[in-house]
């Protein structure tokens, strides 16, 4: 499952699932504002959660998502990040920061479905027919 952040131009973040709970999670660190958000899964399956804020998308334009797919996305879960009036951040605190403001690798290395062996007959060339005389006199 991948959450798509609009500070992150929705580009996929991969969260991980916990095999106990089944809960997928992910902790990132974001910028203080109304941060706006939804999640895909499988072959690009669209979400938003029920449980959290959520609005309608007043843009109804075309999100592109990952290289260039192209989405329309009708509702976006959002969360307001509010800006601390003093700074939380002492040297302790950095020193067990879990997470970092720029995230490194956000795609797996590998693809979490296998990829299925090219097969001539399962492909666009299976109706192919080479040029003969024959198929050229048709």
């Known amino acids: 499952m991948y959450i798509h952040l609009d500070c992150d131009e929705y580009e ?4 991980i699932r916990d095999p106990e709970t089944g809960i997928h999670s992910i902790l990132r660190m974001v910028p203080p504002r109304e941060i706006k958000y939804f999640f895909t899964f499988g072959d690009h399956h669209i979400r938003v959660a029920k ?23 009708p509702r976006l879960n959002y969360i307001e990040i509010l800006h601390a009036a003093k700074s939380l951040i002492t040297e302790e605190f950095m020193n067990k920061m879990a997470v970092k403001p720029r995230p490194g690798l956000k795609y797996p290395t590998q693809r979490i479905r296998p990829k299925t062996p090219w097969d001539l007959n399962n492909s666009i060339f299976a109706r192919y027919r080479s040029d003969t005389e024959a198929v050229l006199n048709e």
């Open 12 to 15: 996929p973040d991969l969260m």
């Open 51 to 73: 449980d959290q804020p959520f609005q309608n998308n007043v843009s109804n334009n075309e999100m592109d998502i990952h290289n260039d797919l192209k989405v329309n996305i």
